[in-house]
Protein backbone atom coordinates (compact mmCIF):
# COMPACT_ATOMS: atom_id res chain seq x y z
CA UNK A 1 0.00 0.00 0.00
CA UNK A 2 2.63 2.58 0.88
CA UNK A 3 4.30 3.77 -2.31
CA UNK A 4 5.64 7.10 -0.69
CA UNK A 5 8.07 8.27 1.75
CA UNK A 6 6.23 7.69 5.17
CA UNK A 7 7.26 9.47 8.20
CA UNK A 8 7.93 7.01 10.33
CA UNK A 9 6.03 8.70 13.68
CA UNK A 10 2.79 7.88 10.83
CA UNK A 11 4.28 4.42 11.33
CA UNK A 12 4.46 4.18 15.01
CA UNK A 13 0.98 5.36 15.34
CA UNK A 14 -0.57 3.12 12.91
CA UNK A 15 0.95 0.05 14.68
CA UNK A 16 0.19 1.33 17.80
CA UNK A 17 -3.52 2.57 17.32
CA UNK A 18 -3.45 -1.09 15.52
CA UNK A 19 -2.82 -3.09 19.03
CA UNK A 20 -4.98 -0.93 20.71
CA UNK A 21 -7.83 -1.47 18.52
CA UNK A 22 -7.65 -5.42 18.51
CA UNK A 23 -7.33 -5.42 22.28
CA UNK A 24 -10.08 -3.57 22.96
CA UNK A 25 -12.14 -4.65 21.02
CA UNK A 26 -11.40 -8.10 22.18
CA UNK A 27 -12.13 -6.88 25.37
CA UNK A 28 -14.96 -5.40 24.30
CA UNK A 29 -16.61 -8.29 22.52
CA UNK A 30 -15.88 -10.56 25.51
CA UNK A 31 -17.66 -8.25 28.44
CA UNK A 32 -20.80 -7.77 25.87
CA UNK A 33 -20.95 -11.51 25.44
CA UNK A 34 -22.00 -11.90 29.08
CA UNK A 35 -23.83 -9.24 29.52
CA UNK A 36 -26.37 -10.20 27.20
CA UNK A 37 -29.97 -8.31 27.81
CA UNK A 38 -32.84 -9.66 30.14
CA UNK A 39 -35.24 -8.42 27.52
CA UNK A 40 -36.44 -8.40 23.47
CA UNK A 41 -36.62 -11.41 21.28
CA UNK A 42 -33.76 -13.59 22.49
CA UNK A 43 -34.77 -13.42 26.20
CA UNK A 44 -34.93 -16.99 27.53
CA UNK A 45 -36.80 -16.16 30.64
CA UNK A 46 -37.44 -13.86 33.65
CA UNK A 47 -37.53 -10.91 30.93
CA UNK A 48 -37.63 -7.06 31.21
CA UNK A 49 -40.38 -5.18 29.60
CA UNK A 50 -42.06 -1.87 29.30
CA UNK A 51 -41.32 0.86 31.33
CA UNK A 52 -38.34 -1.43 32.31
CA UNK A 53 -38.27 -0.89 35.87
CA UNK A 54 -35.62 -3.24 36.78
CA UNK A 55 -32.72 -1.84 35.04
CA UNK A 56 -30.51 -1.02 38.23
CA UNK A 57 -30.59 -4.92 38.89
CA UNK A 58 -28.25 -5.12 36.06
CA UNK A 59 -25.99 -2.11 36.74
CA UNK A 60 -22.98 -2.29 36.28
CA UNK A 61 -22.37 -5.46 34.55
CA UNK A 62 -24.53 -4.52 31.79
CA UNK A 63 -22.62 -1.06 31.17
CA UNK A 64 -19.37 -2.15 31.75
CA UNK A 65 -18.57 -3.11 28.18
CA UNK A 66 -19.32 0.43 26.76
CA UNK A 67 -16.87 2.13 28.50
CA UNK A 68 -14.19 -0.30 27.52
CA UNK A 69 -15.81 0.43 23.42
CA UNK A 70 -15.93 4.35 24.16
CA UNK A 71 -12.25 4.14 24.05
CA UNK A 72 -12.02 1.30 21.35
CA UNK A 73 -13.58 3.74 19.04
CA UNK A 74 -10.71 6.59 20.16
CA UNK A 75 -8.75 4.02 18.78
CA UNK A 76 -10.88 2.97 15.80
CA UNK A 77 -10.17 6.92 14.95
CA UNK A 78 -6.71 7.16 14.98
CA UNK A 79 -6.35 3.57 13.25
CA UNK A 80 -8.26 5.06 10.43
CA UNK A 81 -6.04 8.35 10.22
CA UNK A 82 -3.26 6.45 10.31
CA UNK A 83 -4.23 4.44 7.37
CA UNK A 84 -5.31 7.81 5.72
CA UNK A 85 -1.45 9.01 5.98
CA UNK A 86 0.17 5.91 4.87
CA UNK A 87 -2.09 5.22 1.77
CA UNK A 88 -0.22 5.79 -1.98
CA UNK A 89 -1.13 9.09 -3.04
CA UNK A 90 -3.80 7.84 -5.71
CA UNK A 91 -5.52 6.28 -2.95
CA UNK A 92 -5.81 8.96 -0.84
CA UNK A 93 -9.49 9.97 -2.05
CA UNK A 94 -10.65 6.62 -0.55
CA UNK A 95 -8.75 6.91 2.89
CA UNK A 96 -10.16 10.38 3.26
CA UNK A 97 -13.95 9.12 2.52
CA UNK A 98 -13.16 6.42 5.44
CA UNK A 99 -11.61 9.35 7.75
CA UNK A 100 -14.88 11.05 6.91
CA UNK A 101 -17.25 8.41 7.66
CA UNK A 102 -15.37 7.64 10.50
CA UNK A 103 -16.02 10.51 12.43
CA UNK A 104 -19.60 10.44 11.80
CA UNK A 105 -19.67 6.97 13.03
CA UNK A 106 -17.94 6.97 15.85
CA UNK A 107 -19.39 10.49 17.14
CA UNK A 108 -22.90 9.21 17.03
CA UNK A 109 -21.64 6.02 18.82
CA UNK A 110 -19.13 7.75 21.52
CA UNK A 111 -22.73 10.07 22.07
CA UNK A 112 -24.58 6.59 22.22
CA UNK A 113 -22.34 4.85 24.89
CA UNK A 114 -22.24 8.14 26.72
CA UNK A 115 -25.82 8.79 27.15
CA UNK A 116 -26.67 5.32 27.74
CA UNK A 117 -23.93 4.76 30.88
CA UNK A 118 -24.35 8.48 32.12
CA UNK A 119 -27.68 9.13 32.52
CA UNK A 120 -30.08 6.20 32.47
CA UNK A 121 -28.62 4.77 35.92
CA UNK A 122 -28.55 7.71 37.71
CA UNK A 123 -31.57 8.93 36.49
CA UNK A 124 -32.94 5.85 38.34
CA UNK A 125 -31.44 5.62 41.21
CA UNK A 126 -33.17 9.42 41.85
CA UNK A 127 -36.48 7.94 40.18
CA UNK A 128 -36.21 10.04 37.46
CA UNK A 129 -37.70 7.49 35.02
CA UNK A 130 -39.67 9.27 32.60
CA UNK A 131 -38.37 9.10 28.97
CA UNK A 132 -36.07 6.17 30.55
CA UNK A 133 -37.56 3.60 28.56
CA UNK A 134 -37.26 5.16 25.04
CA UNK A 135 -33.33 5.87 25.84
CA UNK A 136 -32.20 2.57 27.92
CA UNK A 137 -30.64 -0.54 26.14
CA UNK A 138 -33.02 -2.88 27.12
CA UNK A 139 -35.41 -1.52 24.70
CA UNK A 140 -35.60 -2.86 21.35
CA UNK A 141 -36.34 -0.11 19.03
CA UNK A 142 -35.55 2.61 21.26
CA UNK A 143 -32.89 5.72 20.71
CA UNK A 144 -29.82 3.84 21.95
CA UNK A 145 -30.05 0.58 19.73
CA UNK A 146 -31.19 2.98 16.69
CA UNK A 147 -28.34 4.87 17.12
CA UNK A 148 -26.29 1.88 17.50
CA UNK A 149 -27.61 0.37 13.78
CA UNK A 150 -26.49 3.94 12.29
CA UNK A 151 -23.04 3.87 13.63
CA UNK A 152 -22.12 0.34 12.82
CA UNK A 153 -23.80 1.00 9.36
CA UNK A 154 -21.51 3.61 8.88
CA UNK A 155 -18.71 1.91 10.42
CA UNK A 156 -18.96 -1.03 8.20
CA UNK A 157 -18.96 1.84 5.24
CA UNK A 158 -15.72 3.16 6.93
CA UNK A 159 -13.90 -0.66 6.05
CA UNK A 160 -15.21 -0.42 2.52
CA UNK A 161 -13.54 2.86 1.88
CA UNK A 162 -10.16 1.13 3.51
CA UNK A 163 -10.72 -1.72 0.95
CA UNK A 164 -9.59 0.28 -1.59
CA UNK A 165 -6.41 1.83 -0.20
CA UNK A 166 -4.44 -1.68 -0.11
CA UNK A 167 -3.13 -2.03 -3.86
CA UNK A 168 0.08 -4.25 -2.70
CA UNK A 169 0.74 -8.09 -3.63
CA UNK A 170 1.50 -9.09 -0.37
CA UNK A 171 -0.10 -11.63 1.63
CA UNK A 172 -1.33 -9.76 4.54
CA UNK A 173 -2.66 -6.34 2.22
CA UNK A 174 -4.67 -9.08 -0.16
CA UNK A 175 -6.19 -10.21 3.38
CA UNK A 176 -7.44 -6.83 4.35
CA UNK A 177 -8.52 -5.99 1.07
CA UNK A 178 -11.05 -8.85 1.06
CA UNK A 179 -11.63 -8.51 4.50
CA UNK A 180 -12.51 -5.35 4.93
CA UNK A 181 -15.60 -5.97 2.69
CA UNK A 182 -17.25 -8.67 4.91
CA UNK A 183 -18.93 -5.85 7.24
CA UNK A 184 -20.77 -3.96 4.73
CA UNK A 185 -21.53 -7.16 2.53
CA UNK A 186 -23.22 -9.08 5.96
CA UNK A 187 -25.26 -6.20 6.79
CA UNK A 188 -26.78 -5.07 3.69
CA UNK A 189 -28.42 -8.36 3.72
CA UNK A 190 -28.88 -8.89 7.35
CA UNK A 191 -30.59 -5.24 7.00
CA UNK A 192 -32.50 -6.04 4.07
CA UNK A 193 -33.78 -9.97 5.59
CA UNK A 194 -34.62 -8.62 9.36
CA UNK A 195 -36.71 -5.33 7.36
CA UNK A 196 -38.66 -7.82 5.28
CA UNK A 197 -39.58 -10.64 7.87
CA UNK A 198 -40.67 -7.99 10.87
CA UNK A 199 -41.24 -4.81 9.35
CA UNK A 200 -40.08 -1.63 11.12
CA UNK A 201 -39.88 -4.27 14.26
CA UNK A 202 -36.57 -5.24 14.23
CA UNK A 203 -36.18 -4.95 17.73
CA UNK A 204 -32.46 -5.76 18.44
CA UNK A 205 -31.76 -8.19 15.65
CA UNK A 206 -30.41 -6.18 13.07
CA UNK A 207 -27.93 -4.27 15.73
CA UNK A 208 -26.86 -7.43 16.74
CA UNK A 209 -25.88 -8.25 13.29
CA UNK A 210 -23.88 -5.20 12.45
CA UNK A 211 -22.11 -5.03 15.71
CA UNK A 212 -21.02 -8.90 15.36
CA UNK A 213 -19.65 -8.30 11.83
CA UNK A 214 -18.17 -5.15 12.31
CA UNK A 215 -16.10 -6.35 15.64
CA UNK A 216 -14.88 -9.42 14.30
CA UNK A 217 -13.27 -7.90 11.30
CA UNK A 218 -11.86 -5.28 13.45
CA UNK A 219 -10.14 -7.88 15.92
CA UNK A 220 -8.99 -9.14 12.53
CA UNK A 221 -7.69 -5.90 11.22
CA UNK A 222 -6.32 -4.56 14.28
CA UNK A 223 -4.27 -7.82 14.18
CA UNK A 224 -3.22 -7.97 10.36
CA UNK A 225 -2.65 -4.08 10.21
CA UNK A 226 -0.32 -4.28 13.58
CA UNK A 227 1.52 -7.05 11.68
CA UNK A 228 1.75 -4.77 8.37
CA UNK A 229 3.21 -1.90 10.01
CA UNK A 230 5.50 -3.93 11.92
CA UNK A 231 6.78 -4.98 8.66
CA UNK A 232 7.02 -1.31 7.29
CA UNK A 233 8.79 -0.15 10.36
CA UNK A 234 11.36 -2.86 9.76
CA UNK A 235 12.17 -1.38 6.12
CA UNK A 236 12.30 2.33 7.88
CA UNK A 237 15.26 1.14 9.93
CA UNK A 238 16.73 -0.41 7.07
CA UNK A 239 16.33 2.00 4.13
CA UNK A 240 17.43 5.39 4.83
CA UNK A 241 14.41 6.97 2.72
CA UNK A 242 11.82 6.35 4.76
CA UNK A 243 13.61 7.90 7.56
CA UNK A 244 11.57 11.19 7.95
CA UNK A 245 11.12 13.08 11.15
Given amino acids: MIKRTVNKHELMTGFISSLLFFLLTAAGFGMAMIAIPPAGPNCLGDCMSYPYSDILMYYPRDYLWMYVIFFQLLAFLVFVIAAHFTASENRKIFS ?101 KYGIDRDYRFEVAAITANWLVSIAAGILSSLYYHKEIKKSDIDPALKQD
Fill in 96 to 196: FIAVSLALISVTVLLADYFIQFSVVPISMVNGETEGIPLLTQYNGHGIFIVLEELGYILMSLVFLSLSAIYTGKTRIEKILRRIYIIPFACILPAFIYYSL
